[in-house]
């Protein structure tokens, strides 16, 4: 950590934290060089909203069904899956996104770049949904039985149970889930390094190029930097950055988690 | 009595009792079930599409050649034979630094710290690290390994790198292995004058190796598809040689896969999905054999 704050103080030397975060223009190699570094976090950004709305309600939905409605065989079929979902590696879902969703997407909507933000954010959303779903699943089942017997004593049907009893008990470990999963998509990096592209771009628009934080790291890392120079030192302010989001968003998803451990010990 | 009061005084589930009681569902009820378990196959859909596509691809390239030769400018003549060896030595290495470390680790704050305020924060500190993204251990190598260290490109700066991203992952999993040895063991241990690090070694560790063990060989796994950090210090040279030493430079399968699929040319395209099923098997063989392995142990484990 300290190596990260060490060379992230070295680029803060050159370039002044308003430059940093108050200019728009992000272009570290060029001439005259650019450091403004909100289109990188503009990428960002919409890997995490894209992948979201793919993810949040899917892996929710998932884990409703696997917890409360699935037969005991159909869970036995339904995790694994999951868990094999959840263990393919990410460069393979890049490759996924590159030479299949892309593609798919060309066919939908032709004005679509070959680079584009949609197809990677759909994907990082197919990799994050295991994770939701396995973590609002324990959350579920976290919930005592009672609880749901005292329900339907009521004359509740499932569907009722499920979303105005379980549902508000776990709501804590769910919320937890989804800044776990926010967290992981703001890290990912092959998924994007490989279908979203390499232009840093302040866009509305998911289908053109852009270029994330983490794609960033991974191109200047790729071209043969030179040790202190100011493209390296880039390297490790854009790392912090990235560590501080991550960071603090895990760190909210424990507090979470923690405070509903408590609720039913 | 009742119906209802004889359906309790089975065995009945109380649950499906009480669901039975309450009617037939109406169709909104129906709709949302038919819902939820939709979205949730669509899973196992996601899966067989992925799987069918990429094995449909790689078919036509995957050969014993193709296991044996070197990565070329030409699409038919290359293979992955470094890569596959890069990622054996990486591995191995990677399994040194990490396991004594990881187990080390767990040993000494589940059996010997006290709950003193540092090691809560020592303890928040591990599970906060778990969550980093890998490419930031990558920028870390980078600093660390690569520069300070002067370890250069070299296996060994990728095991370290590797070492640092899945330690965290080894410690929880090592930790929570010992948390569910029995008091009892302990005990028993002790009542018979067995000192603390006899009984760790003697009892406890073995009483909780399965979970152990199954942990590692899930972080190696993990480690295995793992292709950012390795990007960031460097890994990515086009490398058609197997290293002899840790201080050889290296490639691995999944940067090969990374190196293929960014190719324009579509005949790589083909030969990225061909290196993705062999690391797909290996993959799952490593899962197969975590499996096996806790079996094995699970016969063994004190009652």
Known sequence: MLILLWESALFFRQVSLKEFLGTTRWAPTFQPPGFGVWPLVCGTLW?????????????????????????????????????????????????????????????????????NAASAAITVGIMILPMVASICDDAFQAVPVALRQGAYALGAHRRQVVL??????????????????LSRAVGETMIVTLAAGARPNLTLNPLETIQTMTAFIVQVSLGDTPAGSIAYHTLYAVGLLLFLITFSLNFVAQRILRRYREKYQ | MSEDSRRFATKQDPTKALLRRNGRAPWLELVFHGLCAAVAW????????????????????????????????????????????????????????????????????EEFARPTRWNRFLELNIANLAGVPSIIYGVLGLGVFVRWLQLGRSVLAGALTMSLLILPVVIIAAREAIRAVPDSIRQGAYALGATRWQTVRDHVLPAAMPGILTGLILSVARALGETAPLVTIGALTYVVFVPHSPLDPFTVLPIQIYNWASDYRREFHDLAAGAIVVLLAVLLSINAVAVVIRHRFEKYRPR
């Open chain 1, 164 to 181: 105005r009893v379980v549902l508000p008990a776990a709501l804590s470990g769910v919320m937890a889930s989804y800044v776990l999963a």
């Open chain 2, 42 to 109: 669509s899973a196992l859909v996601v899966l067989a599409v992925l799987l069918f596509y990429v094995t449909k691809r790689g078919w036509s390239v995957l050969s014993w050649q193709f296991l044996t030769h070197a990565p070329s400018r030409f699409a038919h003549k290359a293979g992955v034979y470094p890569a596959l060896m890069g990622s054996l030595w990486l591995i191995g290495l990677t399994i040194l630094i990490s396991v004594p470390l990881g187990v080390g680790a767990a040993i000494y704050l």
């Open chain 1, 47 to 115: 890997i995490v909203i894209g992948s979201a709305l793919v993810a949040l309600p899917a892996g929710l939905v998932t884990a409703i069904y696997l917890s409360e409605y699935a037969h005991r065989r159909t869970r036995a079929v339904l995790k694994p899956v999951l868990e094999v979902l959840a263990g393919i590696p990410t460069v393979v879902y890049g490759y996924f996104a590159l030479t299949f969703i892309t593609p798919g997407l060309q066919k939908l909507f032709p004005q679509t770049e070959a680079y």
